[in-house]
């Protein structure tokens, strides 16, 4: 079975300060692993994705996001917090880098950026 | 490229009521997932329609039922409403293995 544990349901801060979203999975078999973020009243969008090609990946919007097979972690950091990136951002994990398994979602980190 | 679409945006039902909700995927796109979105929750996967039939299920009773049609749209019903069922449903489209699910703008439903 696979899971996901976002630590942390409400992060605020600074526009300008750095963004860490925490995100940690489960899973018997070698996971992918996504970052969604979802504005108010929309549905979800992809950020950045994990396909075992390289560690450190890079999304859109200047997030990054670094698998740490040893510590079975997958957090999304900025450097810089923009008033545009206050939104919902989930974590999830899923058998298949491809739209062929089920995506197991964790519930969620609402960001707050304060001017 | 007009995206994920789903109709209707909201829906207010009442116990018991049955419901369908209406989803078409991203052109090119041939697999359909449905998923539930409870208040402050994260979305959980309901089904996935491939090829007209149910390919994958997730922990969801039986009242709970889809279909895909030829043209790879697809629709989501629900009987017996309960109380419990007010979610936002999303429906995300993908190419079988290909790339990743992109998600619609899901459907409201308020189940009073």
Redesign the interface.
């Known amino acids: 079975a696979q899971s996901v544990t976002q630590l942390g349901s409400h992060v605020s801060v600074s526009e300008g300060a750095l963004v860490l979203l925490r995100c940690n999975y489960s899973s018997s078999v070698p996971p992918y692993l996504f970052w969604y973020v979802q504005y108010p009243n929309q549905g979800l969008q992809l950020l950045l994705k994990y396909t075992s090609a390289a560690t450190l990946v890079k999304g859109i919007n200047g997030f990054e996001a670094e698998f740490k097979k040893s510590e079975t972690s997958f957090h999304l950091t900025k450097p810089s917090a923009h008033m545009s990136d206050a939104a919902e951002y989930f974590c999830a994990v899923s058998k298949d880098q491809g739209g062929s398994e089920k995506l197991v979602f964790g519930k969620g980190t609402k960001l707050t950026v304060n001017p | 490229d007009a995206g ?1 679409t789903q109709s209707p945006t909201h829906l207010i039902k009442t116990r018991g009521q049955q419901v369908t909700l209406r989803c078409s995927p991203k052109s090119g ?1 041939d ?1 359909v ?1 449905w ?1 539930q979105q409870a208040l ?6 309901i089904f ?1 329609y491939y090829e007209e039939e149910e390919r ?1 299920r ?1 922990n969801f009773p039986d009242r709970f039922s889809g279909h895909q049609f030829p043209n790879y749209s697809s629709e989501l019903n629900v009987n017996a409403l309960l109380l419990g069922d007010s979610a936002l449903y ?1 429906c ?15 459907t409201r439903l308020t189940v009073l």
């Open positions: 994920v796109h697999t997932s998923y402050g929750q994260g979305p959980q996967f996935q994958q997730g999303l995300a489209s993908s190419s079988l293995g290909l790339n990743e699910q992109f998600f619609g703008p899901g």
